[in-house]
C-alpha cells in the first residue's frame, strides 16, 4: 500500500518544469518550480507547516507553545491565510486569520472563499485609525498607505495573542522559520538539476521564499552565478530601491516599516530583524527588478496558454524576468524560478488582479 496520513505530507517535492514554448532559442534553459501544486495551492505551504511545527517545539520568539486547544494566529490577505488554515486543519489546531481590510473591502473575493473553506475564524485588520493619530495617519500615508492596512493586521495579530495563553502568532514577515520550511526549495531544485543552477530568483516579499532557496543550495555547496529578486508594481514589500532595476548595494530596507511599528506600540516589529534585512545582510540578491502589471499579467497569460500552467500574476513577473537573465547568460546555462500559486484565487478580480503574499 502506498497511501499519506495527513495532507502535510504532500506538500513540497514539487516537480520542476523547462519552459519550451515561452523559454526562447539561443539562451539559457529557464526552469520553474510548479509550487502551485502543493496542497493549498501556493508556495506557503511549506512555510506555514515549518511555523506551526516550530510552533509546537515553543520555538517562537517568545517561547511561547502551541498546545492542543491553541489558536495560531496570523495576518495575511494572500497565499498565507489559505496555506495557514490548511496546516491547521491538517493537525486539529484552531486559526484565526486577519485578512488586510483594503484588500478586502468591496465584497468577498476568492482569496477570502479559499480560506474560508478551510474553517478559520476570519476577521477584518482593523483601521490604522485604531492605533494612530490623525496626524500619524496623514503622515505616513504619503510614504506607503497600504503599509499602515498591513501594521494595522499585525498589530491586531499582537494583541490577539497576548490576550490569550493559548493563542500563538506565527508572522510570516519575522519567522525564520517561514524561510527555513523554503530550504526544502533550494535542496530539491539542486536535485532536480544536479546542482546546475547558474542563475536564480523569484518575487521577494518578505524575503522568506528567496532566501530559503538560496540557503538550500548553499547548504549543498551552490551559489549561483546570479541571484535576482522580483518585485511586481504595487506588491508589499519591506525594502526599497529606485527605478526598475538595481543592483544589491543600491537596496536598503525601509525605514517607514520600523517607524509605523514604533508608533503603533508593535513591538515584536521593533526588537526583531525582518527575514529581508537578513538576507541583505547575507548578501542577497545580487540585483532586483520591478515588472509592470501589464507585463506580469502578459506572461502569466501566455504560461496558461502556451505551457498549460495555471498560475498567477506573480509567477508570470517571475519568469518574466528569468527571460532577461536566461537572454543575458546565453544557451548552456539554466535559470530557475517559481510558479508561485494557482490562477483561481484570483478570478473574481479579473482583468484587473492584484498581487498577493
Same mark, same amino acid.
Not at 502543493?38 to 511555523?51: F, H, Q, T
Not at 485609525?129 to 500619524?136: D, F, G, M, W
Not at 519591506?238 to 532595476?245: K, S, W
Given at each position: 500500500?502506498?497511501?499519506?496520513n495527513? #495532507?502535510?505530507?504532500?506538500?513540497?517535492?514539487t516537480p520542476?518544469?523547462?519552459?519550451? &514554448?515561452?523559454?526562447e532559442e539561443?539562451?539559457?534553459?529557464?526552469?520553474?518550480?510548479?509550487e502551485?501544486l502543493?496542497?493549498?495551492?501556493?508556495?506557503?505551504?511549506?512555510?506555514?507547516?515549518?511555523?506551526v511545527?516550530?510552533?509546537?517545539?515553543?520555538?517562537?520568539?517568545? +517561547?511561547?507553545?502551541?498546545?492542543?486547544?491553541?489558536v495560531?494566529?496570523?495576518a495575511?490577505a494572500?497565499?498565507?491565510?489559505?496555506?495557514?488554515?490548511?496546516?491547521c486543519?491538517?493537525?486539529?489546531?484552531?486559526?484565526?486569520?486577519?485578512?488586510y481590510?483594503?484588500?478586502v473591502?468591496g465584497g468577498?473575493?476568492?482569496?477570502?472563499?479559499?480560506?474560508q473553506?478551510y474553517?478559520?475564524?476570519?476577521?477584518?485588520s482593523s483601521?490604522p485609525?485604531?492605533?494612530?493619530?490623525?496626524? !500619524?495617519i496623514?503622515e505616513? $500615508?504619503?510614504? =506607503?498607505?497600504d503599509l499602515?492596512?498591513?501594521?494595522?493586521?499585525?498589530?491586531?495579530c499582537q494583541?490577539?495573542e497576548?490576550k $490569550?495563553?493559548c493563542?500563538?502568532?506565527?508572522?510570516? #514577515?519575522?519567522?525564520?522559520?517561514n524561510?527555513?520550511? !523554503?530550504?526544502?526549495?533550494?535542496?530539491?531544485?539542486?536535485?532536480?538539476l544536479?546542482g546546475?543552477?547558474?542563475?536564480?530568483?523569484?518575487s521577494?516579499?518578505? +524575503?522568506?521564499?528567496?532566501?530559503?532557496?538560496i540557503?538550500g543550495?548553499?547548504? !549543498?555547496?551552490v &551559489?549561483?552565478e546570479?541571484?535576482?529578486?522580483?518585485?511586481p508594481?504595487g506588491?508589499?514589500k519591506?525594502?526599497?530601491?529606485?527605478? =526598475?532595476?538595481a543592483e544589491?548595494? !543600491?537596496?536598503?530596507?525601509? =525605514?517607514?516599516?520600523?517607524?509605523?511599528?514604533?508608533?503603533?506600540?508593535?513591538?515584536k516589529w521593533?526588537?526583531?530583524?525582518?527575514?529581508?534585512?537578513?538576507?541583505l545582510?547575507?548578501?542577497?540578491p =545580487?540585483?532586483?527588478?520591478?515588472?509592470?502589471?501589464?507585463?506580469?499579467?502578459?506572461m502569466?497569460?501566455?504560461?496558461?496558454q502556451?505551457e +498549460?500552467?495555471f498560475? +498567477?500574476?506573480?509567477?508570470?513577473a517571475?519568469v518574466?524576468?528569468a527571460?532577461?537573465?536566461?537572454?543575458r547568460l546565453?544557451?548552456?546555462?539554466?535559470?530557475?524560478?517559481?510558479?508561485?500559486?494557482?490562477?483561481?484565487?484570483?478570478?473574481s478580480e479579473a482583468?484587473?488582479?492584484?498581487y498577493?503574499?
Open positions: 500500500m502506498d497511501y499519506i495527513s #495532507i502535510t505530507e504532500a506538500i513540497g517535492r520542476l518544469l523547462k519552459l519550451n &514554448r515561452v523559454g539561443g539562451c539559457a534553459n529557464v526552469f520553474v518550480k510548479l502551485h502543493n496542497p493549498s495551492g501556493s508556495y506557503k505551504d511549506r512555510m506555514a507547516l515549518a511555523m511545527e516550530a510552533a509546537e517545539r515553543g520555538d517562537t520568539w517568545n +517561547g511561547k507553545k502551541l498546545t492542543r486547544d491553541g495560531v494566529i496570523e495575511s494572500g497565499n498565507t491565510a489559505p496555506a495557514v488554515a490548511m496546516v486543519a491538517a493537525k486539529g489546531y484552531r486559526s484565526k486569520i486577519f485578512l481590510r483594503y484588500q473591502e468577498n473575493n476568492s482569496r477570502v472563499l479559499i480560506t473553506a474553517g478559520p475564524i476570519v476577521g477584518i483601521e485609525a485604531s492605533y494612530l493619530t490623525e496626524e !500619524q496623514e505616513f $500615508s504619503r510614504q =506607503d498607505p499602515l492596512h498591513v501594521l494595522s493586521a499585525k498589530m491586531d494583541l490577539e497576548d $490569550s495563553m493563542s500563538v502568532w506565527v508572522d510570516q #514577515i519575522y519567522n525564520k522559520y524561510y527555513i520550511g !523554503q530550504k526544502s526549495l533550494g535542496r530539491e531544485i539542486y536535485e532536480q544536479d546546475k543552477v547558474d542563475a536564480i530568483g523569484c521577494v516579499s518578505s +524575503g522568506a521564499s528567496l532566501y530559503g532557496m540557503c543550495l548553499k547548504e !549543498q555547496g &551559489r549561483p546570479r541571484v535576482f529578486g522580483v518585485v508594481n506588491s508589499e519591506y525594502f526599497a530601491f529606485e527605478g =526598475d532595476h544589491y548595494s !543600491q537596496i536598503r530596507v525601509t =525605514d517607514t516599516k520600523s517607524k509605523i511599528a514604533d508608533a503603533m506600540g508593535l513591538k521593533v526588537v526583531e530583524d525582518p527575514i529581508v534585512k537578513i538576507m545582510d547575507a548578501g542577497y =545580487d540585483e532586483i527588478f520591478c515588472v509592470s502589471d501589464e507585463d506580469a499579467r502578459a502569466a497569460n501566455r504560461l496558461c502556451e +498549460g500552467i498560475c +498567477g500574476m506573480s509567477s508570470g517571475n518574466a524576468v527571460l532577461q537573465i536566461a537572454r546565453g544557451p548552456g546555462k539554466n535559470v530557475v524560478t517559481t510558479i508561485v500559486d494557482r490562477r483561481d484565487r484570483y478570478l482583468p484587473c488582479e492584484k498577493v503574499v
